[in-house]
């Protein structure tokens, strides 16, 4: 049950967060930080990208008002703040991928260094216990980038990063004991909470939509990769490394899809396209709002089978092996659709031609 004292924070990082978005919303312009329709990105009109410099001072005001985090809690927030900054400077320039991975990679370096928190172990698989030694902080780096570049990449419709994210930190509860690692709880409560009204006003509850922007996308996958690092490396928890994967489901499967894909096809894996699951969906006849409920239930109905293997099977090999089994038919899956719907694409364009063709000639 929460205390009081949580849920008085947690209030407090919502409003917080509800008041930077009228703020910021109405000097977006002036800061340039507006999303322009092209033709990748279809949205009607300019957007603000406040959300994620929203849901970032909710989290701040909402952590002051608690004031008893560790040491570990502190440098994560100060780091965030690094990241969030990048990200909205990205909105604002678009930097290159090389400064944004180096900024990131430095960020993250800077948590392990100052506080040892890192991936030592990927738990015991088939009776053996994975000690990464020397290879634990780099991999921290790579998981870490990895999953806030998923949820940058799943951005890609109104309310999915955000409602994914949610359903991450519910998966997390189940598949967890937050309660054994306070701070880590309360963080994990306070991101949910200031991520609320920037999805009401995403999805257009709540005045004038805006967008998360990179600022928001990076801050929500910094913060859940960090609190799944933190809560997989202790026994206090009961979240095995492999535990971790089916949390982030979604994103991580649609993410080597889509790196796989680009690839295979000689293109850089950052170069964005319109080849995620969404617009999968979206091609296939979907709405944006029924796009958006089908992903929601696809990604419970991955942290349903991941809760369900990890307590029944309770071998964390079995649990490795279903989710590798489970990433391989999701690719073959979407990338056997994505290529009925470029054939189709495809096979449609030159029949106006020759149609035309043949009426010139009569």
């Known amino acids: 049950m929460l205390e009081p004292r949580v849920i008085f924070d947690c209030l407090v990082g919502a409003c917080t967060s509800a008041l930077a ?17 092209d033709q990748r990105k279809q949205h009607v009109g300019d957007v603000p990208l406040v959300g994620g410099l929203a ?11 608690y004031g008893h985090f560790h040491w570990f809690v502190k440098i994560l927030i100060d780091t965030a703040m690094l990241l969030t ?6 909105d604002r320039f678009d930097l290159s991928v090389r ?31 994975m000690k990464l030694g020397w290879l634990g902080p780099p991999l921290t780096v790579v998981a870490i980038i990895g999953l806030m570049n998923a949820f940058n990449l799943m951005d890609g419709i109104d309310g999915l990063a955000g409602s994914l994210e949610l359903v991450s930190i519910v998966a997390i509860v189940m598949l967890a004991n937050p309660p054994a690692l306070q701070e880590m709880a309360l963080l994990l409560a306070l991101l949910a909470t200031a991520s609320l009204p920037y999805l009401i006003t995403n999805l257009g509850f709540m005045g004038r939509k805006i967008f998360l922007g990179d600022a928001g996308s990076m801050l929500i996958g910094y913060l859940l990769a960090w609190a799944l690092v933190r ?45 995620h699951i969404h617009h999968i969906l979206m091609d296939a006849g979907l709405g944006p709002r029924a796009t958006l409920l089908a992903l929601i239930a696809l990604a419970i ?13 309770r071998s964390a090999g079995l649990n490795l092996a ?12 979407v990338t056997q659709v994505r290529a009925r719907q470029e054939a189709n694409r495809q096979g449609r364009h030159p029949a106006p031609t020759r149609v035309a063709n043949k009426r010139i000639q009569t």
């Open 21 to 37: 978005i009228f703020m910021l919303r109405r000097y977006a312009f002036l800061l340039g930080l507006m999303d322009h329709p």
């Open 55 to 65: 849901i970032f001072m909710g989290i701040t005001v909402g952590a002051a008002a």
């Open 85 to 90: 900054l990048l990200g909205a400077l990205d």
């Open 99 to 129: 400064d944004r991975l180096l900024i990131q990679a430095l960020a993250i370096l800077t948590v392990i260094a100052s506080t040892g928190v890192y991936i030592h172990t990927l738990g015991h698989i088939f009776g053996y216990e």
């Open 231 to 275: 809560m997989s490396q202790t026994s206090q928890t009961h979240l095995s490394p492999v535990d971790v994967l089916w949390c982030v489901a979604l994103p991580v499967l649609d993410t080597f899809a889509v790196m796989l894909r680009r690839i295979r096809q000689g293109k850089s894996p950052f170069k964005p396209d319109r080849g």
């Open 301 to 313: 109905g991955l942290a349903l089978v991941g809760a369900f293997i990890s307590h029944a099977a």
């Open 322 to 333: 279903a989710f590798c089994f489970t990433v391989m038919m999701y690719i073959v899956t």
